[in-house]
């Protein structure tokens, strides 16, 4: 940040044609600057002190539904389902476990080349009685191997402007649901992120919906 705005005070001081221009290019880059920058300082916040877990009963379906909803804006990008024909709720946290989904939506928006069609499939299954699996696959580039053991690592990234703060914070809060996190990726080929929660809900909430439809 430091360097553009001394290339911008030189250009300045030998009045320069392309002053304008210049002004302009430095301009966006500043800005892009202090965005990494907010967004690093947020992260770090966040992964210092969790929100409070406030639990509620999740429809899981509808959670991946809002989170992909987000980047329907993106063309290039298309999202298949494959969820059960019975409705899947969790007592979790929402906000916390949307913050989980996004972050690896995201992460698997920015593995894929621009210039590729972009795949990002997610999957809802029932383990056993116990756990439900939510899966995140994407067509991306995949993660090399000597990067693989250190992904879940705080202020670890792959990424020039990332923190390396969001999947060690979606590792946290996974484990806060008595959950697990893991992937699986193969390098030119894709990713897949398994979120493995415990299938369990609020008796007295459930009973309450029941009471209201009644």
Request: aromatic share 10%; with cysteine.
């Given at each position: 940040?430091?360097l553009s705005i001394q290339i ?14 210049l002004t302009q290019k430095v ?106 699996r939510i899966a995140i696959s ?77």
């Amino acid at each position: 940040m430091k360097l553009s705005i001394q290339i911008l005070e030189r250009a300045i001081n030998n009045k320069s044609p392309n002053i304008t221009e210049l002004t302009q290019k430095v301009s966006n880059t500043i800005i892009e600057q202090i965005e990494v920058l907010t967004i690093i300082a947020t992260d770090f916040s966040m992964y210092a002190k969790l929100p409070e877990v406030k639990r509620e009963n999740v429809d899981i379906y509808e959670l991946l539904l809002t989170s992909t909803g987000l980047y329907n804006d993106n063309n290039n990008i298309e999202y298949l389902f494959y969820i059960p024909n019975f409705k899947i709720q969790l007592y979790v946290d929402k906000n916390q476990l949307f913050r989980v989904i996004t972050n690896i939506i995201q992460n698997a928006i920015q593995s894929i080349p621009s210039n590729q069609k972009g795949y990002i499939t997610l999957e809802l299954t029932k383990l056993n009685n116990s756990y439900i699996r939510i899966a995140i696959s994407d067509n991306g580039v995949g993660i090399a191997e000597d990067k693989k053991a250190f992904l879940f690592t705080p202020y670890f990234t792959t990424k020039s402007s990332g923190s390396g703060i969001g999947l060690a914070m979606c590792k946290d809060i996974i484990e806060q649901f008595g959950g697990k996190i893991h992937f699986e990726s193969e390098i030119h080929k894709g990713t897949t992120f398994y979120i493995d929660l415990p299938f369990n809900t609020n008796d007295e909430e459930d009973k309450a919906s029941s009471n209201n439809r009644t």
